[in-house]
């Protein structure tokens, strides 16, 4: 238990107890403009949430603040399932803003994130110019897409008419669909290992949610009497004086090889009654946008994703591999978690790496920001260095770092928020 000063009165950081969840998920709600999660999701939630790495802020009797951090392991580079803090459901009372609340929960977060041995935070951003004074960057992004089906045709590869697809309960095809998911996990950086209950989250589909969309519907792709893929979505019909113009709106499509992912697409391409493909937070560099026959009818747009954060400088940057030799010395600047600050010599390659503390001259001068943006192979250094964020001290050593962090297994990818 500590207390923050926080300008006007000092608020108290507890541990959360069991019995005080609805008020602190109350709390959060409030802080999200008050609408309420259905009472499925928000029995979900409770079960999900594991009080002993949350934390409320409490002024006196009230409960002005609410943070928590969910126990994952995060594909990095390299294929390592990396202990990682998921920072989540952070708020803080409309009453209680500009008094230093939030700073306090962020500082209480990450020292227990240091003491859990967990070397890297993420979250994702409700305001992305929130989190980058805690050291947060950026570091990995969707792909959105509007895509016209009634012009728009895929070109797939050969054996895709080899892929058996068939309807499937969502919820009772869970199990199958899970054990797909979980053989993706380690081919892409970003990418969430789901413990006991998450599955949950993908099947969730309250009546509110809908937007006059159907029920949740799933298709099963198979290979050889073997499930290789899925996909869920809803169709919302549309009519006008001309005819269907219905549009099919994509929840989640994994698949463990490429030709059961494509029969998934070609399938939500030629859904009846439809002419429209609503796309949202998939991977950059995922294939179907090399089937398409027309890219500009498909009105793609990038957004942000997920947020990254070095907790533990040394142990993060052993934790994943590099796509080339690297070996260079960073000066880091790190005012929110001091302990990160000061050189790293990081060498590494695609069977391992060290990073030590060094008292040698630094190679490149970046602050832990940088770090978390370039962590997982989709911002370049190089890039951040064109913006004036990285400083070259030696010559080429930035096109070294730059080349070495990139990510050889495809851009990275978050599969779902929390």
Not at 92 to 112: E, F, N, P, W
Request: hydrophobic share 40%; charged share 25%.
């Amino acid at each position: 238990m500590t207390t923050e000063a926080t300008g006007r009165a000092a608020t108290e950081l507890r541990p959360l107890r069991r019995d005080d969840w609805d008020d602190w998920f109350d709390t959060l709600i409030r802080a999200f403009g008050g609408v309420d999660e259905p009472a499925e999701e928000r029995a979900l939630w409770r079960d999900l949430t594991p009080c002993e790495r949350s934390i409320g802020a409490w002024d006196g009797d009230e409960l002005v603040g609410t943070a928590g951090a969910f126990d994952f392991r995060l594909t990095v580079p390299g294929g390592a399932s990396v202990p990682t803090a998921g920072v989540t459901m952070v708020g803080v009372a409309a009453t209680h803003r500009r008094r230093g609340v939030l700073t306090s929960m962020m500082r209480r977060q990450l020292d227990d994130v240091r003491a859990w041995g967990e070397p890297l935070a993420v979250l994702t951003a409700s305001e992305p110019a929130i989190y980058g004074r805690f050291g947060y960057a950026a570091a990995t992004f969707g792909l959105h897409a509007e895509i016209d089906t009634s012009r728009v045709r895929l070109s797939v590869p050969a054996d895709t008419d080899d892929v058996r697809l068939r309807y499937a309960d969502p919820g009772a095809s869970l199990d199958v669909c899970e054990a797909v998911y979980a053989r993706t996990v380690p081919l892409r950086a970003g990418m969430l290992a789901r413990r006991p209950g998450w599955e949950r989250l993908g099947v969730l589909d309250p009546e509110s949610d809908r937007g006059g969309a159907s029920p949740l519907q799933c298709v099963l792709a198979e290979r050889g009497g073997e499930v290789t893929g899925y996909v869920r979505f809803r169709v919302r019909p549309r009519w006008t004086e001309s005819g269907h113009n219905g549009e099919v709106q994509l929840a989640d499509l994994s698949a463990v090889d490429e030709v059961s992912e494509a029969a998934l697409w070609r399938f939500l391409f030629g859904i009846d009654l439809t002419t429209s493909l609503k796309v949202r937070g998939r991977p950059l560099d995922e294939a179907w946008r090399h089937l398409v026959s027309d890219v500009r009818r498909c009105d793609l747009r990038v957004r942000d994703a997920l947020y990254v954060r070095l907790v533990d400088v040394g142990a993060a940057l052993e934790a994943r591999t590099y796509q080339a030799p690297v070996d260079v010395v960073l000066e880091v600047e790190d005012v929110f978690c001091p302990w990160n600050a000061g050189r790293w010599r990081l060498s590494g390659d695609a069977k391992g790496a060290t990073c030590s503390r060094t008292t040698d001259a630094a190679d490149l001068f970046l602050s832990v920001r940088e770090l978390g943006a370039a962590y997982l192979g989709g911002v370049s250094l190089g890039s951040l260095a064109r913006a004036g964020r990285v400083r070259e001290a030696r010559p080429g050593a930035l096109t070294e770092a730059s080349v070495g962090f990139g990510a050889s297994g495809g851009e990275p990818w978050l599969p779902h928020g929390f």
